[in-house]
């Protein structure tokens, strides 16, 4: 069964053919991030305009990539939610008038758990066998950080979140405000490369107290929160400081430094919940998974099995939205053609406390 999967939640126009769920016939991203490299963000009114005005030539170039014609495809999958509701709009509608135009099965799903399939797509080269379920899911993008027990392709729940900013969203707060560019994981990952980072120890957030007083509410043992990080790193830098300066490699040990930190609050969390739970298989996805001390700080536990997705399929990419939404069809499930977005999803970000 050939799925075309589109996906327009953000900053990416992208559109893709997968076969059965796995084998990728083609994946076109057509990225935005030089539009949106000048405002050091998203401006989501550009983003859902440029979505208009690209979707047909990334869905064409999709098709042509793989060697199809329209008439190829047996069935639509694409991101309804969470994400840019105005994004997300495009996108979708676009899919639902392509599977109504020639009557093919069609499904909306959820741009996190396509995130979470994202691992098992198969490319040339890569041996991996897929995760048996259930397993640990370790989300981690510019909107949203999510640790969650995973059941089934559709069936996960959500054991620790952010309650407040994601990790990749505090990468690119970090990053625009001493303005090392957009978006700012990569750019921040790389910059950490050449720092120190024992130059500056910043606080871990400490989601177990209520007025300054330790509380036996284990429920946030695995939430997750990066706001006091960024506000640590953007506005009382100093305060952290443990070296003396370092000239001109400043920047990197601060970069350094604050990444370490943002790891650790993920991993901290993680490992409370591999505790919790006993599984020993971690799947990641989402734009952060790239980052590079994560992959190799998780390397480093050889008694949990990580698997992360290859770097094309960490960010937004229809494949893994082709993946999933074969998974759904192949079940039989469809999508009436009157569904619609939704920016948010509750479950995936804690109100505090
Ligand atoms: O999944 P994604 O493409 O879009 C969303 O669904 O948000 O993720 C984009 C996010 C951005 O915040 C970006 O800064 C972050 O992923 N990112 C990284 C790295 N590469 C991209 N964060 C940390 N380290 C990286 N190497
Ligand atoms: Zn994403």
Known sequence: MKVLGIESSCDECAAAVVMDGREVLSNVVATQIPV?????????????RMHTEWILDVVGK??????LEPGDIDGVAAAAQPGLLGSLLVGLNFAKAFAWARDLPFIALDHML????????????????????????????????????????DDITVLGTTIDDALGEAFDKVAKHYGFGYPGGAV???????????AFRFPMPKLYKKNGVSTNDVSHRCDLSYSGLKTAVINQLEQFRVKPASGENEAADFAASFQKTAIEILLRSLFRAIEDTGLATVVAGGGAAANSLLRSRLAERKDIRCVFPPLEFCGDNGAMIAGLGYQYLSRGDRSPLTVTASARVKAFKRKYP
């Open 36 to 48: 949106h490299a000048v405002y050091n963000g998203v401006v989501p009114e550009l983003a859902s």
């Open 62 to 67: 999709a098709l042509t990539d793989a060697g």
């Open 114 to 153: 396509a995130h979470l399939y994202a691992s098992r797509l198969a490319v040339p080269g890569r041996t991996e066998e897929p995760a048996a379920y259930p397993f640990l899911g370790l989300l981690v993008s510019g909107g949203h950080s999510i640790i969650c027990r995973a059941d089934n392709f």
């Open 188 to 198: 921040i990952d790389k910059l950490a490369k050449t720092g120190d980072s024992g």
